[in-house]
Every structure is written in structure tokens, then in C-alpha cells.
């Protein structure tokens, strides 16, 4: 899919191939101390995107390519299920955690191309395709920071409700969408 986010900049929404692995790391390598410190499913060495994507039945990545560098400029994970760390959180707020219809999610955008809607439409891009699954329900990875207002918006954008609000580093919340 092409979304034209910024300066007639063609961008292209797919899903993560093994080919894209060295991209993806030096994706990762560039993005700022301030990003990292808010995205972080897994490590950013090359050993750790390997192997979160031998597990293909589980994690799916989707990767935005600016069209004139070839560059990747997002990079977004599902996990099918929840997360075991995040379990006994989740069902303290009377959630019912099923490993077939839940998604946990995490998204991350290059930070000269945040905020200008590549969030917003790679977001769009993985719905779409889950809506052609099982999975009815999508968590955040670990919740997301109060203080990040940029990704709280994002968010509440896109229809994700908070669930309740834990301590660790800070203040979080735990958000969740119905897919409908
Ligand atoms: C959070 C993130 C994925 C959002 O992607 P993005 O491409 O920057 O967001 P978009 O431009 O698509 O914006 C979508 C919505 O997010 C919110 N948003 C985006 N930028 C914002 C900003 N600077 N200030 C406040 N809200 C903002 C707005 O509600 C916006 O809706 P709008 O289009 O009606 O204004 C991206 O900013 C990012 O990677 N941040 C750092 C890593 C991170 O925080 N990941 C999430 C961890 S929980």
C-alpha cells in the first residue's frame, strides 16, 4: 500500500520480510535515545530480530519504506496473544485473556517522520489485515507511558480505550481496542 505522507514522499506499508533485516537494524540503530526509550519489544541487535521472526506463527512485522532512499521510516510488531509479563496486570482489570483473539502491539516511527500521519496509516495497514484473522482485541506491549502524550493520542486516535494505569519508571497505562 502507498500513503504520501510528507513532501510528495511516497511511502510503502508491508509486512516485514527476512530480507528487510539488516534495514530493519539500522532502522533501529538511528532512531533517538528518546524513541528507544519509549519502543522496546525487543532487543535492536541483529541476533534479536532474527529471532523474534523465526517464530512466524506469533510475531508479524510492518516496516514503511520511504520510496526515494529506500530507507525503512516505521517499524511496528504484533505479537498474537498477550504477554506473559503483562498477564496478571491485564486480569486485574477484569480481562479475560485469550492467546488466539488477543494482540499485543508496539509501534515506532523514525523520529524525522513522526507526526505526519506514517503511525496513523502503518496502523490502519496491520487492522486491515487483522481483521482477516482470528484476533478480535489488540494490548499494548507493556502499556505506554503517561508522560508520552504523542503515543497517548495516537492512540486514543485510534479508538484504543484506557483499561487502567500502573507504576513502573513513571506512570503507564494499559490500553485496548476491540476490533470490530
Ligand atoms: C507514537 C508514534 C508511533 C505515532 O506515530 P506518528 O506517525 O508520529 O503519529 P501520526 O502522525 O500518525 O499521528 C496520529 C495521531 O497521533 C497523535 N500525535 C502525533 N504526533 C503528535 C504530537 N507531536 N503531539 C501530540 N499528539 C500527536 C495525534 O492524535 C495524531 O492525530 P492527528 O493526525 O489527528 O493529529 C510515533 O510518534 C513514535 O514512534 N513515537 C516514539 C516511539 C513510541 O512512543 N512508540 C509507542 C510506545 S507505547
Redo the contacts with the bound molecule.
Sequence with gaps: MLITPKDNRQVYLRKLKSKDFDKLFIYLQHLSED?KK??GPHLFDRRSIIDVYSNTDFYSGYIAIDIESADII?YAIIKIGYLEHDASRLQSYGVMLSNTSDCTF????ADE?????????LFQFILSELKATKVKRIF??GG??AS????V??Y??NAFVILGQFYHLGDNYDMLLDIL
Excluded: E, I
Design positions: 524513541t519509549r519502543f516505521a508496539a509501534p515506532s516511527v517522520w513522526q507526526s505526519c500521519g506514517v503511525g496513523n496509516s499494548l506491549w505506554v507511558q508520552n502524550k504523542k503515543a493520542n495516537f486514543k486516535r
